[in-house]
Every structure is written in structure tokens, then in C-alpha cells.
């Protein structure tokens, strides 16, 4: 039998039962949508992670001090001050692997502007934490390290805080406090938005390292270095190297643990990664469920199909229909079901993304690989569970079929 006639021949059967037609593709065309959905929002997930990971820098690594223990007492990463200016200038001037580092300070303070306030992050680095967080300038300038040897009383500000302190106005040149000791607004910085943490990363005030340990903390020390790699596949390298140089410079035996540590955001990538890869799978396998029980409804159909059909089977049969025509037609009005079934859940599929994204603000992508997986899934789950119907119906005898009531 010719496949265009069998699928006509299919089309007329399937059509004199609308109700019930349109009930078995039901279960398709939910499964289709799901997991179209699903994948869709898995993958927004893993753009945004990765989104967010890359705000933080290009090829970055940081520098954390490291624990101490006292009194018998072992304390947590962070908690002493092992961490100085001269390891950030060694670790940008001796490491072959190691483009550029800078060291940072941070504090919370509240800031005035005129008759506004606000309590934000105030952090004090180098000139080259703009450079090593691929952070730059939107409006004005940032500080040189002219204005970190001369302790400036300079800073360049985030989005958040500009709106809270400015409004729509342009603070480039404005003077604010920062805990009654003023400083002039000289830049202001392009929004990064949120963390992979969550924070605001614009809700922060960037001066010189020097001003903020001088004229605002009173102190000394710094809290971590940010260090930016040659490449990004030089970031293991720069960080063994790292290692190595900091542990010669700190006089550390081979019996005494690091008194630091060194984060490696490309390993942090690739784990958020591996999470939202795995997110989206243990979706998309949730989702799939309802095309399995789908296709089960699919062949239940079918065979109540072949039963109420069984004198029409015969009939054909009489008339010189072989047992491969039968077996072609039935095939073909599974298939046709699933498929129909198929597209509109592909359709529903990519409206319940959208609708997702514009309810909850997350952000959803459908890719052309899912909806063609799912287009051929559906085909499949066709073919599989209408063979057994179909070979069934072609197996009948025409005798016995003819005699069917």
C-alpha cells in the first residue's frame, strides 16, 4: 500500500471519532509541553549561573587568608591576616601565568549625599580591580594608582547606590561622606546586577586601598587578592603557582598547612555547570513520564480500535488487502496521533515557557535541539506502542474476522 494512501486512510479513521482521538493525544501533548517547558527552564537556569559567575571577572581567581588556631581553638578560613599588599605585588610581578592582581579591602558604611543616605559596601582595591572584575566605566573615570599612592579621597560608585543617593541625577563631580569624611564622585560603574550569591553587586562604592585603610578603617592589613590569569586555560597554573610563591613568601614548612587559600572561578563554572545540567535532565526525565503514559494510551486505544474494527479488517482482507497493508494502516493512524499530538505540544510547549518567563521572571530558552528530540520522541512512542495493535490487526483471520460481530 502506497504510505500517502495509508496515511489518508488513517486521517478518515481517526476523524470519525473526534473526542476520542483528541483525548488520546492528551497525554502527548502534555509530555511534549513538559518537557519542552522543563528543558527550557533548565536551560535558562544554567545561562543565568553562568551569567552571573562570568559578572564576577574574566579568568579570575581570589586570594582568601586562611585560618589560625589559638589556645587549641581552630578557627575558620578568613579569620587571621595573613594576606599583604607586598603578595598581591609579588604574585602580579613573579608569576609567569598571572596577567594582572590587585589586593581589596572591604567595609560597610553609611554614605550622605546632600540630604539622601544610604548604607552600602565600600571597597578599597587598586587600579586594576576594574581591569581584573571586566567591570567598566559608564560614566566618568576610574582612580589611578597615583590616587592609591596619594590615598586620594576619590570613588567611583555602582548603579544601586547612584540611584538611591542621586536619582536621575549625574553624580560625576558630586561630593559624598563616607562616615563624615568626604569624597568626590569621579566615575560611575556599568550595572553588573546579582551574584551567583545573590548580592547586588552594584550596591557598592569602590576608592583607592590606601584611603580606605587610612582615612576611613585604620588599619593595615587587606582582605584577599584578586588575580586575573593570562588565559582562561592558564587559571590552574596561575593557581599552583600561587600557591607555591605564597607559601615561600609566608616561610611555610612542608609539615604546615597552607595559611591561606585560593578559589579558582573556572572550577566554580564548571560545577554550577555540571548542577544545572543535571537540573535540566532530572526535569526533562520528569517530564518524559507523561509521554510513556501517553503512548500506553496510544496503544490502549488502539486495540480497542482493532477489536470494534475487526469485520472492516476482514473485509479488507477479502477483498486482496495483505496482512502488511493492515499492519501499514493501524501504524499509520498511531503514528498520526502521536504526531499531531506532537506539534501542539510543541506549541504549548514554547507558550508555557514564555508564559513562565513573564509570571515568575525566570528566564526560559528553547532550544531548536529540544523541540526536534521531542518531535522525534513523539514519533517513536508512535511507532512503539501502535506495532503491537497493528501487528495484531494484520494478523487477523479473514475468516474469522468476516464472522465478527
Not at 588556631?69 to 578568613?78: K, R
Not at 586575573?228 to 586555560?233: D, G, L, R, T, V
Not at 502521536?338 to 518567563?357: P, R, V
Request: charged share 15%.
Amino acid at each position: 500500500m502506497n504510505p500517502l494512501i495509508a496515511l489518508k486512510i488513517a486521517a478518515r479513521a481517526l476523524t470519525r471519532n473526534t473526542m476520542r482521538s483528541a483525548l488520546t493525544m492528551l497525554g502527548i501533548i502534555i509530555g511534549v509541553g513538559a518537557v519542552i517547558a522543563m528543558v527550557a527552564v533548565g536551560q535558562g537556569a544554567k545561562v543565568q549561573v553562568e551569567a552571573q559567575i562570568a559578572s564576577i571577572g574574566s579568568n579570575m581567581l581570589m586570594v582568601f587568608p586562611g585560618s589560625t588556631t589559638q589556645g587549641g581553638v581552630h578557627t575558620g578560613s578568613g579569620s587571621a591576616t595573613t594576606l599583604t599588599e607586598e603578595d598581591s605585588k609579588a604574585i602580579a610581578k613573579e608569576l609567569s601565568a598571572v596577567h594582572l592582581a590587585a589586593p581589596v579591602l572591604r567595609t560597610s558604611a553609611q554614605v550622605i549625599s546632600a540630604n539622601q543616605n544610604w548604607s552600602t559596601v565600600v571597597s578599597g582595591s587598586t587600579a586594576d580591580y576594574f581591569s581584573i572584575r571586566d567591570w567598566p566605566i559608564e560614566s566618568g573615570s576610574g582612580f589611578t594608582q597615583s590616587d592609591v599612592d596619594g590615598a586620594t579621597k576619590v570613588a567611583v560608585i555602582g548603579k544601586t547606590v547612584t540611584s538611591n543617593l542621586f536619582g536621575t541625577q549625574d553624580p560625576v563631580g558630586q561630593i559624598i561622606r563616607i562616615r563624615n569624611v568626604p569624597f568626590k564622585v569621579i566615575g560611575v560603574l556599568a550595572p553588573k546586577g546579582q551574584s551567583a550569591q545573590g548580592q547586588d553587586q552594584d550596591d557598592v562604592i569602590i576608592i583607592p586601598l590606601s584611603t580606605l585603610q587610612k582615612r576611613i578603617m585604620g588599619v593595615t592589613n587587606i582582605m584577599a587578592i584578586l588575580v586575573s590569569a593570562n588565559s582562561p586555560e592558564e587559571t590552574t597554573a596561575a593557581q599552583e603557582q600561587i600557591k607555591l610563591l605564597l607559601r615561600q613568601r609566608h616561610h611555610l614548612t612542608a609539615s604546615q598547612e597552607d595559611d591561606f587559600s585560593v578559589r579558582n572561578m573556572a572550577d566554580i563554572a564548571a560545577a554550577a555547570e555540571s548542577s544545572s545540567r543535571i537540573m535540566t535532565l532530572l526535569l526533562g526525565s520528569i517530564a518524559s513520564v507523561s509521554l510513556i503514559v501517553g503512548g500506553i494510551g496510544i496503544m490502549n486505544i488502539m486495540l480497542v480500535s482493532v477489536t470494534e474494527r475487526t469485520r472492516e479488517i476482514g473485509i479488507r482482507m477479502a477483498v486482496g488487502a495483505r496482512g502488511r497493508d493492515i499492519l501499514l494502516q493501524f501504524l499509520m493512524e498511531a503514528v498520526v496521533l502521536s504526531l499531531s499530538g506532537g506539534l501542539i505540544g510543541i506549541a504549548l510547549g514554547i507558550g508555557g515557557s514564555k508564559l513562565i518567563s513573564s509570571v515568575v521572571h525566570w528566564p526560559t530558552i528553547v532550544s531548536i535541539d529540544s523541540v526536534l528530540l521531542a518531535s522525534a520522541f513523539s514519533i517513536g512512542i508512535g511507532v512503539f506502542f501502535g506495532l503491537y495493535p497493528a501487528r495484531r490487526a494484520a494478523s487477523l483471520d479473514p475468516i474469522e474476522a468476516l464472522r465478527y460481530d
